[in-house]
């Protein structure tokens, strides 16, 4: 039986739905998982063509108030599986109507058309036909998405959208290959946090530079071999025109051979990450205004003996050398880090267990709350930044490929954040809803960034208590 549809207000203004319009839809219409609806993807029909192409047509006055960040369930019906009608919603924000039909005659996105000619706001919505549930976010430019938020933000309080074995996009074994799209392409749709293992090309001689891009023990391509400088290239090439960002980068060593931790670290500092202007390498994770325009390294490897005494003995860069493997749940030693990090999904059963862990390590972030105070530097927040891995693997079986957990994975995570992050349903206490970092495979697969949509999306609570705080 048909649910009637509840909505969801993740954004900072408050909502009314005003109208219900069903149609027979237009042939060849098709319902998709999850639809986004947002300013930046190609029109979908307008209401003369979706009204031309349809046998009936019926319209409903309603008012049903949705403040920020509540939820309501209405007593609208949506449409049923495979009746052929499309419900349209119109709602109102500050006396200007916007629109949104499901399901979606598209495969993956329509366009919500504002009716007015200057519209105050953009709004993206997801809708998940399975529960008749409609989430709206405030929309995002999502290569520039940090620039709304103040400097003095801890970056532990964000909700950040990352990648796991970020350059592992080339062509490669499928147990190898992590990601659909490039770095680039990774950067311009709003991921900041990268996961990239490298392997020196000598384990003895430090003045050569050269850091091989690996997964384990294989090269990330089956072609040439790829280099950490072109990875750093395009980072810092980004960065340098969109100064409002920050990036975060997980580098561990791994590959083949005899090098150690601590000729890596020797490599990174001598070759790569010794310009304060491009890189933060002090150990401790900083506000959002000491990181912009840079990238912050985030080490899980150890420093050579040289390198401990940097920062007044505290060493160099944020220490993540040791954590629990495969845990549901740990921190790094000095607890300024909380990580999850399950992989080893040996059946693919166990997809449930590693969704369980994600959404358990979600709802610790977002529990999290920051008031700045005299007393309490900005630099210095107490609240340890979670990051949250969504990747799973098992070599030897092809359902257990990153491809095909991630095809699971995603969806699941963009269905909590929509319905259950940080709600009251949760039984957890509220605070300001961040995500932390979610680090995915295969995110942006065939121009899907849901998933990146959603955890950006989750950065509204935390701007409104900034603003009313100025």
């Not at 319902?31 to 003369?48: E, G, K, L, M, W």
């Not at 944020?318 to 000095?334: G, K, M, R, Y």
Request: proline share 7%.
């Amino acid at each position: 039986m048909v649910q009637p549809f509840t909505v969801r207000n993740l954004t900072s203004t408050s909502l009314q739905l005003k109208i219900v319009e069903r149609f027979n839809s237009p042939p060849n219409s098709k319902a998709n998982f999850t639809a986004f609806i947002s300013f930046c993807h190609p029109a979908r029909p307008d209401v003369q063509q979706l009204e031309a192409s349809s046998d009936s047509y019926h319209a409903q006055d309603v008012l049903v108030p949705i403040e920020p960040f509540k939820t309501v369930k209405t007593s609208i019906l949506p449409a049923a599986p495979d009746s052929g009608i499309t419900v349209r919603l119109t709602f109102e924000c500050e006396n200007q109507a916007y629109r949104i039909s499901t399901p979606t005659p598209l495969d993956r996105s329509a366009v919500l058309t504002p009716l007015a000619n200057r519209p105050n706001h953009e709004f993206t919505a997801v809708y998940l036909p399975e529960h008749s549930f409609l989430a709206l976010y405030m929309s995002s430019d999502l290569h520039c998405w940090m620039k709304s938020l103040r400097d003095d933000t801890p970056l532990a309080l964000l909700s950040i959208p990352g990648t796991h074995n970020s350059p592992t996009h080339y062509r490669a074994m499928p147990s190898v290959r992590c990601q659909a799209v490039s770095i680039k392409d990774q950067l311009q749709n709003g991921i900041r946090f990268f996961d990239v293992r490298v392997q020196p090309e000598s384990a003895k001689d430090e003045t050569k530079p050269t850091l091989y891009l690996v997964h384990s023990a294989f090269s990330v391509c089956l072609g040439p071999s790829k280099h950490l400088k072109d990875f750093l290239d395009d980072l810092e090439g980004f960065l340098d025109e969109n100064s409002s960002e920050t990036v975060l980068l997980s580098l561990k060593r791994e590959g083949t051979g005899s090098a150690t931790d601590e000729h890596l670290s020797r490599i990174l500092k001598q070759h790569y990450a010794d310009r304060s202007d491009k890189w933060f390498t002090e150990p401790r994770v900083p506000t959002l205004g000491e990181a912009r325009k840079k990238i912050i390294l985030i080490r899980r490897f150890k420093l050579h003996e040289n390198l401990r005494g940097e920062w007044g003995g505290r060493g160099w860069g944020i220490d993540a050398s040791v954590w629990a493997d495969n845990t549901p749940c740990a921190p790094t030693a000095n607890g300024e880090i909380f990580v999850q990090d399950f992989y080893e999904v040996l059946e693919s059963q166990n997809i449930e267990k590693k969704i369980s862990y994600v959404e358990e390590h979600m709802a610790k972030a977002a529990e999290q709350t920051f008031t700045p105070s005299d007393n309490m530097p900005l630099s210095r927040s107490t609240c340890p930044l979670y990051i949250n891995f969504l990747n799973g693997s098992n070599f030897w079986k092809a359902e257990c490929w990153p491809e095909k957990i991630a095809a699971k994975l995603n969806p699941a995570t963009v269905d909590y954040l929509c319905r259950k992050h940080n709600g009251p349903d949760e039984g957890k206490k509220l605070g300001d809803g961040c995500t932390g970092a979610i680090v995915c495979d295969w995110v942006g697969n065939n121009g899907n960034w849901d998933l990146v949509r959603c955890v950006v999306g989750m950065n509204a609570k935390l701007e409104v208590r900034q603003k009313r705080s100025s």
